[in-house]
């Protein structure tokens, strides 16, 4: 009996043996292996291969109306194109009077100055425009413009009021206005009329600009008075200085400039300031032609 319970164990141990050298390296069936603390990340599945681009000959791409490649030299870097190439600035010129201070007027390098200026520098920096300023007398500011010498007219030409004819005539149009001033008399200081109304100023020689609201409205609010008309405003003022006139009628705020000024020492303002609204009341403004 001992004896058969000694070969059942040496042919279990043949066995064992036999089947360790059958799966050697490989797990038995039906056994399966713990879980390890980190497992790999599975393999992503191979993408599929993209098919290849046709290789077409100048031929071909001319029977398609292709551009054809141009070859790229050695070394040459790469130039972006761009399909909106950037608007090219607008040229304008500006037409002014420039002998009209302290609104256009020249220094004494012959620079233009002034506050009609420096509105017509600020409103060609917000068109992004390239401007030019080239300077007319009064009376051929509205010609030159017509004529298509220039752009705009900014030389603080009042605007023209319903129902009385303008300086500017047809053909143009006024932008709204961008500053407004009344009008004033001045005198030399020696000769004063006692009040600056139109009985006072019956017979007076009043020096205005040729072609201005001014000289329109003196025609109008003292008939008796002489008129003179000159040139610019600066023409009158020397003529007051000079005694040829005995005022001078144009805008206050020049006028103010102009006696404070060392050449208009001899004169001061006189009377009250006139605003009449039909002349005075909607201030210069830009002139363009129609359309």
Known sequence: MRFLLYLNTIAIIWLAGSLVQLYEGAPLPGYQAPATVAEAPAAAPAAEPEPAAPSLTPEEMAALDLPLPHPARPGAPAVETSSAEAPAARSLVILTEGDYPPFNYRDGKGELHGFDIDIATALC?????RCRFETRRWNELIPALKRGEGDAVIASMLIPSQGRDSAAGEGVIFSHGYYSTPGRFAARRNNVPPAATPAALAGRRIGVQAGSVHEAYAAMRFPAAERIAYPSPAAAETALANG????????????????????????????????????????????????
Do not use: H, M
């Open 125 to 129: 920096e917000r068109l992004a425009a």
């Open 244 to 291: 040829e006139v005995d005022l001078v009628f144009a805008d206050r705020n020049a006028l103010l400039r102009w006696t404070s000024a060392q050449e208009g020492a001899c004169c001061r303002l006189v009377g009250s300031d006139y605003a009449d609204p039909d002349y005075f009341g909607k201030g210069a403004g830009i002139v363009l032609r129609e359309g």
